[in-house]
């Protein structure tokens, strides 16, 4: 596939949908023949948006479906699984910060440690319960590995009466999506300073030989302090990991639209590697410049 071609109709698509206009996808396909596998594929995947956290407040860890664009994941069937309430093993649930149709971010209270901490919990169902589960778990041992203070922390992954959750750092902060065109975004050595944060904990993730994959502003924290954080490893995937850990098939879509790169929109996961995170940085420098 060209992407050449590719990109810019997809670009004027998502253009279109934007403005709130009704694509005829077929009509699309009727007038690019060469394109029409390519965009009923991409078409296919819009109706897979699954957000992770919507509406969440300006206080998170995991920034999932702010404003900048959602994240293409594989379909998930509504769940029955037991979202946690009150005590959860040794954690207290205080109060849930967002919730969507994948799972919930809570903010809850570490009873051992006495700390404030946030559980990502996802929802799992039917026959694709099992590699969601496995794609959950991979999250949390490739943020895991990660050490770096441009990085949230995660404290813990773990079961609690056979529903899983991560562990990880609250965050004081908000997404850097409501920053974007805002007058505290308007000095371009603020920029550049922030883009240089993004930058390292991205190189520190590289070396652990960790991808991101689904890198945009509303998956990066503006903490209090000023200091920018990258959060939700969910698309996360080791570098030229086996088979076992692999589980995003050739042709699947996964990442935000406006932030993926070439590869990516063409579903090609063999060739998803840095420069992958590096083009979505690219285009967070071009929306904040």
């Given at each position: 596939?060209?992407?050449?071609?590719?990109?810019?109709?997809?670009?004027?698509?998502?253009?279109?949908?934007?403005?709130?206009?009704?694509?005829?996808?077929?009509s699309l396909?009727?007038?690019?023949?060469?394109?029409?596998?390519?965009?009923?594929?991409?078409?296919?995947?819009?109706?897979?948006?699954?957000?992770?956290?919507?509406?969440?407040?300006?206080?998170?860890?995991?920034?999932?479906?702010?404003?900048?664009?959602?994240?293409?994941?594989?379909?998930?069937?509504?769940?029955?699984?037991?979202?946690?309430?009150?005590?959860?093993?040794?954690?207290?649930?205080?109060?849930?910060?967002?919730?969507?149709?994948?799972?919930?971010?809570?903010?809850?209270?570490?009873?051992?440690?006495?700390?404030?901490?946030?559980?990502?919990?996802?929802?799992?169902?039917?026959?694709?319960?099992?590699?969601?589960?496995?794609?959950?778990?991979?999250?949390?041992?490739?943020?895991?590995?990660?050490?770096?203070?441009?990085?949230?922390?995660?404290?813990?992954?773990?079961?609690?009466?056979?529903?899983?959750?991560?562990?990880?750092?609250?965050?004081?902060?908000?997404?850097?999506?409501?920053?974007?065109?805002?007058?505290?975004?308007?000095?371009?050595?603020?920029?550049?300073?922030?883009?240089?944060?993004?930058?390292?904990?991205?190189?520190?993730?590289?070396?652990?030989?960790?991808?991101?994959?689904?890198?945009?502003?509303?998956?990066?924290?503006?903490?209090?302090?000023g200091a920018?954080?990258?959060?939700?490893?969910?698309?996360?995937?080791?570098?030229?990991?086996?088979?076992?850990?692999?589980?995003?098939?050739?042709?699947?879509?996964?990442?935000?639209?406006?932030?993926?790169?070439?590869?990516?929109i063409e579903?090609?996961?063999?060739?998803?590697?840095?420069?992958?995170?590096?083009?979505?940085?690219?285009?967070?420098?071009?929306?904040?410049?």
């Amino acid at each position: 596939m060209d992407s050449g071609r590719l990109n810019p109709v997809l670009a004027e698509y998502l253009r279109r949908r934007e403005r709130g206009e009704a694509v005829d996808v077929e009509s699309l396909c009727q007038a690019h023949p060469e394109l029409a596998d390519a965009l009923r594929s991409y078409a296919a995947g819009e109706g897979l948006v699954e957000v992770l956290a919507g509406d969440l407040e300006p206080s998170m860890v995991d920034s999932g479906a702010a404003r900048n664009g959602e994240t293409l994941r594989p379909a998930a069937a509504q769940s029955t699984d037991r979202q946690p309430s009150g005590q959860f093993g040794k954690y207290k649930i205080i109060r849930t910060l967002g919730e969507g149709a994948m799972g919930a971010i809570y903010l809850a209270r570490d009873t051992n440690l006495d700390r404030d901490v946030a559980l990502k919990v996802p929802k799992f169902k039917g026959i694709e319960g099992p590699e969601f589960r496995q794609r959950f778990a991979r999250e949390a041992r490739a943020a895991a590995r990660l050490d770096h203070p441009g990085i949230c922390r995660v404290y813990d992954a773990d079961e609690v009466d056979g529903t899983p959750f991560i562990c990880m750092a609250y965050l004081d902060g908000q997404p850097l999506s409501r920053f974007v065109g805002t007058p505290e975004f308007q000095d371009q050595r603020r920029v550049a300073e922030v883009i240089c944060e993004i930058a390292s904990a991205l190189a520190h993730a590289h070396e652990q030989r960790v991808l991101h994959r689904d890198l945009k502003p509303g998956n990066v924290m503006m903490l209090s302090n000023g200091a920018a954080c990258v959060t939700d490893f969910g698309l996360a995937r080791h570098i030229n990991a086996g088979e076992e850990s692999r589980l995003t098939h050739e042709g699947t879509i996964l990442g935000t639209p406006a932030y993926m790169s070439p590869e990516q929109i063409e579903g090609h996961s063999e060739r998803i590697g840095p420069a992958t995170d590096i083009y979505a940085l690219g285009v967070i420098l071009y929306e904040l410049c």
